[in-house]
């Protein structure tokens, strides 16, 4: 089967190429997914340059990728949850970094498998279970925020706008930081903008009128003023700087987990969760895929399609 792979850590996108790799070999258990769409997250290309090494092995060649939407294209033994012909959706990681999602076909466990929505595009469903079961499981940890107010960090991005919506869905008021080309995206979302920058701190407390009840960072850098602006004894969490364990927060990692991912697409499915879809690219552009990621200014999902 085609598949983009590397051979070895780099910071260099363009060894990345397509070329032919074996097919999956299927366990008891799993399920073959022909794909049909795959997301890009920053994880992506960080992993391809080494730089969780040491929390997770590599078998070279790596296929990229750990967000998957496709059909059911065969079973493992005692798979009993799906059938062929069954369109999922899943968050693929494995233990050992190799066979991911970036790819015609993948094997994957049935407990991270989810059935797909019929109204969500194979694209939309691709974009959804890593960034959106770490915004669910981010916003799960604040507790109950129906009634209160939560500010976002990086509302507009990948993660950080599936969390505002889930937030906004429980009953929250949301206060989310973006750029200011984004604030009509966040304000049709019943998200309530304030700029990055300087005095972001005060322009928060301005518009909360007063101390925010919980705080969700998805963008790292902002501890210091996640506590000046979070009431004392409020939750925080953050996906990217493991230091709020130490200042009563909590670092937050996101696991297959197919249930958790149908929680996900019901919340789709019912219209109160939308997946922006920001660029669409073959299996032969995953470089520049990953260079749209690497910007850190893309609204949406990235998607690759095989």
Known sequence: ????????????????????????????????????????????????????????????????????????????????????GDEVLAYARKDVLQHGTFAERIAVSAHAVARKPASLSWEQAAGLPLAGGTALRAIDALGDVTGRTVLVHAAAGGVGGFAAQIAVSRGARVIGTASERNHDYLQRLNIAPVAYGDGLAERVIALAGGPVDAVADFVGGQL???????????????????????????????????????????????????????????????????????????????????
């Open 224 to 306: 210091e003023t996640t506590l000046a602006v979070l009431r004392d004894g409020g939750p925080h969490v953050s996906v990217a700087d493991p230091t709020v364990a130490a200042h009563g927060g909590r670092w937050i990692w996101v696991r297959p987990d197919g249930a958790e991912t149908a929680r996900l697409a019901a919340l789709a499915e019912s219209g109160q969760l939308w997946v922006e879809i920001a660029e669409v690219f073959p299996l032969e552009r995953v470089a520049d895929a990953f260079r749209a990621s690497r910007t850190g200014h893309t609204r949406g999902k990235l998607i690759v399609v095989p």
């Open 1 to 84: 089967m085609r598949a983009a792979v590397y051979d070895r850590y780099s910071e260099d996108l363009d060894t990345v190429e397509v070329r032919e790799v074996a097919e999956p070999k299927l366990m008891a258990g799993s399920v073959l997914i022909e794909v049909r769409a795959a997301a890009v997250n920053p994880v992506d290309w960080k992993l391809m340059a080494g730089g969780l090494d040491g929390m997770i092995d590599a078998s070279f060649p790596v296929i990229p990728g750990w967000d998957v939407a496709g059909v059911v294209i065969g079973l493992g033994p005692d798979t009993p949850e799906f059938s062929v």
